[in-house]
C-alpha cells in the first residue's frame, strides 16, 4: 500500500506544485493550507510523513509540531520541517521544536525524496520496536501470572498465543500449524488438571482412613 504525506503550506502554487511531483512518485498526497485545516487532515488520513512550512497564518510551523509531538496519538508522525530559512541557528530551533528533519525550500526533488526515505525507513524501525515491546511486555506478564499461580502451562499457553498473533509466524504454514498443535496439547493438558481440581474439590475434606487388606504369605517348606 503506497504511503502517505501530508503538505501543510499556505502557498497554494508551491503545494499543487509538490503534490504532483509526490504523486507521479508513487505517494498519496493530502494537503492543507493553514494549521487547523492542517490537523484535521492529519486525522483524517493518518500520514506517514508530514512537511510543514516554518511560516504558516494563524501558528508557527515549529508549534504545530509541538502540539502534535505533545499529543499521544500522533506523537510518532515523522515531520519535516521546510522553511526559507536557512543557518545553523534556524536548523538547530527547527529540530529543538521535535521536528525530525529539516528542509530548505531551495532543496531539489531527489533531496526531498531520499529524506521521505529515510523517514519511512525510521518509523517502520520504530513502529517494529513498539510492537515487539509489547510483544514482550505481554510475555512477562504471562510468566508473572503463571508464577504466581504455579503452572508453566498457563505461561506457555500465553506464549503460544502470542506466537500464533505474530504476522510474520503467520506466513509460514509449517510453523503455524505447529504451533496450533502445540496449543491442543496444551489445551489437552490444562483439561485434565482442570477435571483433577474438580475431582479434588467433590471430595470430603477428609478421606476416612481403610484398613488395607492382609497379605496373604506363602508358607515356606520346611
Known amino acids: 500500500m503506497p504511503n502517505t504525506i501530508l503538505i501543510i503550506d499556505d502557498n497554494e502554487e508551491f503545494v499543487s506544485s509538490l503534490q504532483i ?14 494549521p487547523v485545516s492542517g490537523w484535521k487532515e492529519m486525522e483524517r488520513c493518518q500520514p506517514d510523513i508530514m512537511l510543514i512550512d516554518w511560516q504558516l497564518p494563524q501558528m508557527s510551523g515549529l508549534e504545530l509540531v509541538k502540539m ?15 522553511t526559507g530559512r536557512s543557518g545553523t541557528r534556524n536548523i538547530v530551533q527547527g529540530l529543538d521544536s521535535g521536528a525530525d528533519d529539516y528542509l530548505n525550500k531551495t532543496f531539489e526533488l531527489d533531496e526531498l525524496l531520499a529524506r521521505i526515505r529515510s523517514g519511512l525507513r525510521i518509523r517502520s524501525l520504530e513502529n517494529r520496536i513498539s510492537e515487539e515491546t509489547r510483544r514482550l511486555t505481554k ?13 508453566p502451562l498457563v505461561a506457555a499457553k500465553i506464549y503460544q498465543q502470542l506466537l500464533v498473533a505474530n504476522d510474520e509466524i503467520t506466513n509460514i504454514p509449517e510453523v ?9 496439547l496444551i489445551n489437552e493438558a490444562l483439561n485434565i ?5 474438580s475431582l ?13 487388606p492382609a497379605i496373604p504369605v506363602e508358607a515356606k517348606n520346611t
Do not use: C, M, W
Open 68 to 82: 502534535i509531538k505533545a499529543d499521544e496519538l500522533h506523537r510518532s508522525r515523522y515531520t519535516i520541517i521546510i
Open 139 to 151: 510475555l512477562e506478564v504471562a510468566l508473572s501470572v503463571a508464577d504466581t499461580v504455579g503452572n
Open 176 to 184: 503455524l500449524e505447529s504451533l496450533k498443535t502445540i496449543g491442543q
Open 21 to 34: 511531483e509526490l504523486e507521479t512518485e508513487g505517494y498519496i498526497v493530502a494537503t492543507a493550507l493553514n
Open 193 to 197: 488438571i482442570n477435571k483433577f481440581h
Open 200 to 212: 479434588k474439590s467433590a471430595l470430603p475434606a477428609t478421606l476416612p482412613e481403610q484398613e488395607l
